[in-house]
Structure formats: C-alpha cells, structure tokens
Nanobody, 124 residues
C-alpha cells in the first residue's frame, strides 16, 4: 500500500525559507508524478508544484520562488520554498499519482495518494 509521509513546514518570517519533504513507501516513485498542493481555509486545494516525466509546472503565485525536486534513491520529493510571503501560508499537502498525463497532472483531483499535510505560516 502506497503511503506518503510529510515533514518540514512551520513558522517563518516573510523573506525566509522552508523545505518540505515527502517520503513515499510501498512502491517506487519512478512510476509516479508527484506534486505539492496548498489549501487555505475556505478554498479548494491549489497547485503549488508538480513534476512527472520530463515536465514540471508551478502555480503562478509560486514560480521563481519555489522548487520541486525528487530523489528516486530516497523515494522522496521535496519543495524548497524561498522568499516566503504571508500569502503563502496554508496547509501544504504532498501527492502522488501513477500514470499522469500533461492534461491532468496539474489537477489536484488526479492524485490518488496524499500526505497528512503540514502547516506553513509566514508572518509579516
């Protein structure tokens, strides 16, 4: 059974950095597209960053500041968040799906497996 376990997150001042980690167990991540999504109160989950095959995408609010990477040996993927802003605050979830396409990999509803979520709070 595939499971995702997140770590990282926390509280930081604006302009600071955080790194989120997501470890996948039960399979090899080679077969999966991997992503990070954010959910703030009252809003639907939104794309932060996704990667699969030879493609990587970022949500408009996060590009140029956030970087998604994957480590096949460690069966994990990461989100490096730099120059954080208060509006970046929210619950961040990692996700995995086997067999993404370019048409669906940016949609949170595509993903089958989810981490438990980690809170990111950025103060001004």
């Amino acid at each position: 059974q595939v499971q995702l376990v997140e770590s990282g997150g926390g509280s930081v001042q604006a302009g600071g950095s955080l790194r989120l980690s997501c470890a996948l167990s039960g399979d090899t991540i080679v077969r999966y597209c991997l992503g990070w999504f954010r959910q703030s109160p009252g809003n639907e989950r939104e794309e932060v960053a996704v990667t699969g095959g030879f493609s990587t995408f970022y949500g408009d609010s996060f590009k140029d500041r956030f970087t998604i990477t994957r480590d096949h040996e460690k069966s994990a993927h990461y989100l490096q968040m730099n120059n954080l802003k208060p509006e970046d605050s929210g619950m961040y979830y990692c996700a995995a799906h086997r067999g993404c396409t370019l048409e669906n990999m940016r949609l949170w509803k595509t993903y089958d497996y989810w981490g438990q979520g980690t809170q990111v709070t950025v103060s001004s």
